[in-house]
């Protein structure tokens, strides 16, 4: 069974960094995968953050290009989330989605992605 379990979230304060880790059990880093980050804030819906297309192509959300970088490390099935320059809008939930067949186009799509982990809090202080 699929396990995505994420890890590294924290209250941190404006400007600071957190690295989010996601590690997916039993699920194969094979070429035809995608991946992503999501985030939710209390009242708003869940969005995109930064995923990792099928093609292998990195795709980041306007609000957080330059800031965050998505990453990968198939040795240690793990996706990670580096977050610079926080700001006190990217408090939120984060969560990591994965499945296969992701298109660059549609990464940012919540039903694109069949496994989901439980989420991590991102608190950041102004």
């Known amino acids: 069974q699929v396990q995505l379990v994420e890890s590294g979230g924290g209250s941190v304060a404006a400007g600071g960094s957190l690295r989010l880790s996601c590690v997916l059990s039993e699920f194969t880093f094979d070429e035809y995968y995608g991946m992503a980050w999501f985030r939710q804030a209390p009242g708003k819906e869940r969005e995109g953050v930064a995923g990792i297309d099928s093609d292998g192509q990195n795709r980041y959300a306007d609000s957080v290009k330059g800031r965050f970088t998505i990453s990968k490390d198939k040795a240690k099935n793990t996706l990670y989330l580096q977050m610079n320059s926080l700001k006190p809008e990217d408090s939120a939930m984060y969560y990591c989605?994965?499945?296969?067949?992701?298109?660059?186009?549609?990464?940012?799509?919540?039903?694109?992605?069949?496994?989901w982990g439980q989420g991590t809090q991102v608190t950041v202080s102004s």
């Open positions: 989605a994965a499945d296969y067949y992701v298109g660059g186009s549609s990464w940012s799509h919540e039903v694109e992605y069949k496994y």
